[in-house]
């Protein structure tokens, strides 16, 4: 194989816990799509901004302060070029993909979907792309539909356009699968949806921390994503949306710095984005996800793509060697996590037995229970990569599945 230039042991040394050893073994952590690891210019922006800047963001006229907003409003403008969105208006911070995802559902969905609208899932979203448009849905009496996946993990496009009608208003898709890596074509997902008169909400949440997203190029309606897997600190998050939308949208959350005068008869909205940003906001952490995009960006997310895509390719092709193995996704165009099971070792049994060779990987559900009843297993094992590990640590688990095999068999 010929592999990029990049090399991971030239990042390694950013990542301070990737020295740990446990058990007096290296760690090897393959749980990334869970959460990545926090290179030091992260860890350092949020100390920093605690040890010099740090007060309340949008009120105090002192020093601090103005410090402490411009640095916030800064990392607003990082991450609106971060994915393209041209205004930084449109860019709301949220505490996490979740968060993001339920603002919409409960702003745009409650104010728009009447009795008998529909809304159009996909089989492989997450719960948070499911359970917050389920309660509206029941609340506003709309109906929820989902696109059904191939045997190769693939959205049936098919099937996606006939289960578009007049009644479809929002079409909910995540942009890379936390369990089958496969990588929706999202544009064209929203070209279809577009021509049937409906929105399209997107899941960055895998998708954002692994390759250039561009949501303009995209032309999703929403777009939400978690600073914390994509290098940042947890507690900050964000919600893209599209101006006209976002302007004519109800608050989510009520409280301060979303008013812009409250009286006993009633209150009107600040402007965009702060209609959605109620209360003290995770300032430290939004500071940190904006370092989290700008290391991201030095790096390059198209060498991160491709690098991660030589990593998960070599590792389809080793653990297609073990004995007995279920890989599930696609072969090929797929983000860098592959899941996989064993008729024979439960994957919480293999996840402990890699446990003690160091190797972290996630087993269970991962928080797609439709997606598990679809593929008719109650749980799988999954080894989720980014750009700090290396081929290497695809060998130490392939060798640890091996010695489980054989343990378990
Ligand atoms: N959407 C996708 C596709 C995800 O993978 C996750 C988290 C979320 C949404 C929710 O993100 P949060 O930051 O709001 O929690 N996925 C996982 C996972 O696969 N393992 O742990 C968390």
Not at 99 to 109: F, K, P, T
Request: charged share 20%.
């Amino acid at each position: 194989m010929n592999r990029t230039a990049f090399d991971p042991h030239d990042v390694r040394g950013d990542f301070p816990i990737l020295s740990r050893r446990i058990h007096g073994t290296p760690l090897v952590y393959l749980d990334s799509a869970a959460t990545s690891q926090k290179p030091k210019r992260v860890l350092d922006t949020l100390a920093t901004f605690y040890e010099t800047s740090n007060a309340n963001v949008h009120r105090a006229i002192h020093h601090l302060g103005e410090e402490a907003t411009a640095a916030y409003e800064g990392a607003r403008e990082i991450l609106c070029r971060f994915i393209g969105a041209g205004d930084p208006t449109c860019c709301i911070f949220v505490k996490n993909t979740t968060e993001g995802l339920n603002l919409v559902a409960n702003s745009w969905g409650r104010s728009h979907l009447q009795p008998g609208d529909e809304i159009v899932l996909t089989e492989m979203e997450h719960h948070s792309n499911i359970v917050p448009w389920q309660l509206v849905a029941q609340e506003r009496g709309a109906k929820i539909r989902y696109v059904p996946i191939t045997s190769d993990g693939l959205l049936d496009m098919e099937a996606f356009a006939g289960l578009l009608t007049n009644r479809t208003r929002i079409v909910g898709v995540a942009h890379a699968s936390n369990v089958l890596g496969t990588i929706n074509p999202v544009a064209e997902i929203a070209r279809i949806a577009h021509d049937a008169g409906a929105i399209v909400v997107a899941d960055g949440a895998q998708s954002v921390p692994h390759m250039p997203v561009d949501v303009t190029t995209l032309d999703v309606d929403f777009m939400a994503f978690s600073s914390h897997k994509m290098c940042g600190p947890t507690g900050a998050g964000m919600l893209y949306g599209r101006k006209e939308l976002l302007e004519e949208m109800p608050p989510f959350l009520g409280g301060g710095d979303m008013i812009e005068r409250v009286s006993k008869e009633g209150t009107t909205f600040a402007k965009l984005p702060y209609k959605f940003e109620a209360g003290t906001p995770d300032i430290a952490e939004v500071v940190a996800m904006g370092a989290a995009a700008e290391y991201l960006s030095d790096l390059g997310l198209d060498v991160i793509h491709t690098y991660e895509t030589e990593l998960v390719d070599y590792a389809l092709e080793q653990i297609s060697t073990l004995e007995g193995v279920r890989i599930f996704g696609p072969r090929e165009g797929r983000a860098s996590l592959v899941s996989f099971s064993f008729e024979k070792i439960h994957p919480h049994d293999l996840s402990e037995f890699l446990n003690q060779d160091s190797i972290a990987v996630r087993a269970g559900h991962h928080c797609t229970h439709i997606l598990h009843d679809v593929l008719g297993v109650p749980a799988t094992t999954r080894a989720s990569f980014a750009f700090y590990n290396t081929f290497e640590e695809i060998d130490l688990l392939v060798r640890s599945c091996r010695k489980a095999i054989d343990f378990f068999s």
